[in-house]
Each structure stands twice: as structure tokens, then as C-alpha cells.
Antibody, heavy 112, light 112 residues
Framework: EVQLVETGGGLVQPGRSLKLSCVAS????????MSWTRQAPGKGLEWVASITNSGGSTYYPDSVKGRFTISRDNAQNTLYLQMNSLRSEDTATYYCTRGAHWGQGVMVTVSS | DVVLTQTPVSLSVTLGDQASISCRSSQSLEYSDGYTYLEWYLQKPGQSPQLLIY???NRFSGVPDRFIGSGSGTDFTLKISRVEPEDLGVYYCFQATHDPYTFGAGTKLELK
């Protein structure tokens, strides 16, 4: 069974950094692209980042480009999202995804 | 960026009715490989989104056959025949043809 478990969320001040982790199990991690998608409270879904199975290429929307970095450790079956220069509009639940499979999400609140 | 316009914003139905949701794209979603990367997700209250349909019309594993996806180019439709209580929630279309990937704003399916 595919499982994706996110950790690392919490309350952070504007301008600070936070790193999310997602531990994957139940599939061969290094065979798949992985992504992060977020959902602000009471709002819709927004794709945040994707990474190829090797980690060689990454993709971002303009809203996070230059501030967020997606990466992976295939030996540890772990996906990461490094979030820098955080803004109030980054407040959201962040989901780790592999295609059809989504984690339970982790909440990030950016507030002073 | 590709804009996905979902209509209606909300849909009130009686159990057993048919429901239809439209997703219109600002650009054709047919990729150069001939595939169209248009997906439909359902997010039930308090849960992570779940994939219903991929590549326009393919039901994901375990999705009942009352969910039917159709369309091409820029116009797509999700039909739910005989709505059941577990079908209630917010439906999102999503495109992974063009970078950045984008979601529609969502359609809330609720009981009349």
C-alpha cells in the first residue's frame, strides 16, 4: 500500500524558513516523479513543485519560484520542500503527492 | 498559465440524480505525445483529495462506473450518474499538460 507521511509543519514568522519532509513507502520511490501541492484554509488546490524520479529536474509555479526548493533522497525514500522567505500567503496545508496518491497533509502557518 | 474554468461553482442535487461539471481550459490540453493530461479529483470534507479520472476519461482503480469523464481539446465534463451520499464534496479538474500545472477553482456538490 502506498503511504506518504508529511512532517515539519508549524508556525513560522514571515521571512523565515521551514523544511517539510515526506517519507514514502509501499512503492519503489526512485521510479516516480513526486510533487507538493498546497491548499490555503478554505481555498482551492495549488500545485507547488515537482521533481523527476532521479532528482535531476525540478519545476515550480512563479508564486514560489526562487523561494521554494524541492529535493529528494532516494536512498531514504524521502521527499523534501525547503521553503524560504515565507509570506502570509504561503499559509496552507501542504500535501506530498505521487500521482493519484496523496499524504494526509501538514499545516504551515506563516504569521508574526 | 493555463486557466481552468469550472462551472457551476456549486451544484445542489437530490440523491439518485445525475450531476454534470464542466471544466474549460484557456488552451488545448493535448500534449505533443498525443495524450491529454486532464484529471478530476474529489475532496471530501476533512480529507485529502482523491483521484477519480485521469487522461480525460480513465477511471482510477476502485472508482465506481457512475463517474464518467469526457471531452477533448479545451472542453471537459465529469458526469456522475445516480449521485450517492459518498459523492458529496468539492470536485477539482487539474491539468498536467502545460507547465505550470493548474487546478480549477472547484465545484461543490451538495444535497438539495
Amino acid at each position: 500500500e502506498v503511504q506518504l507521511v508529511e512532517t515539519g509543519g508549524g508556525l513560522v514568522q514571515p521571512g523565515r524558513s521551514l523544511k517539510l519532509s515526506c517519507v514514502a513507502s509501499g512503492f519503489t520511490f526512485n521510479n516516480y516523479w513526486m510533487s507538493w501541492t498546497r491548499q490555503a484554509p478554505g481555498k482551492g488546490l495549488e500545485w507547488v513543485a515537482s521533481i523527476t524520479n532521479s532528482g535531476g529536474s525540478t519545476y515550480y509555479p512563479d508564486s514560489v519560484k526562487g523561494r521554494f526548493t524541492i529535493s529528494r533522497d532516494n536512498a531514504q525514500n524521502t521527499l523534501y520542500l525547503q521553503m524560504n522567505s515565507l509570506r502570509s500567503e504561503d499559509t496552507a496545508t501542504y500535501y506530498c503527492t505521487r500521482g493519484a496518491h496523496w499524504g494526509q497533509g501538514v499545516m504551515v502557518t506563516v504569521s508574526s | 498559465d493555463v486557466v481552468l474554468t469550472q462551472t457551476p461553482v456549486s451544484l445542489s442535487v437530490t440523491l439518485g440524480d445525475q450531476a454534470s461539471i464542466s471544466c474549460r481550459s484557456s488552451q488545448s490540453l493535448e500534449y505533443s505525445d498525443g495524450y491529454t493530461y486532464l484529471e478530476w479529483y474529489l475532496q471530501k470534507p476533512g480529507q485529502s483529495p482523491q483521484l477519480l479520472i485521469y487522461e480525460v476519461s480513465n477511471r482510477f482503480s476502485g472508482v465506481p462506473d457512475r463517474f464518467i469523464g469526457s471531452g477533448s481539446g479545451t472542453d471537459f465534463t465529469l458526469k456522475i450518474s445516480r449521485v450517492e451520499p459518498e459523492d458529496l464534496g468539492v470536485y477539482y479538474c487539474f491539468q498536467a499538460t502545460h507547465d505550470p500545472y493548474t487546478f480549477g477553482a472547484g465545484t461543490k456538490l451538495e444535497l438539495k
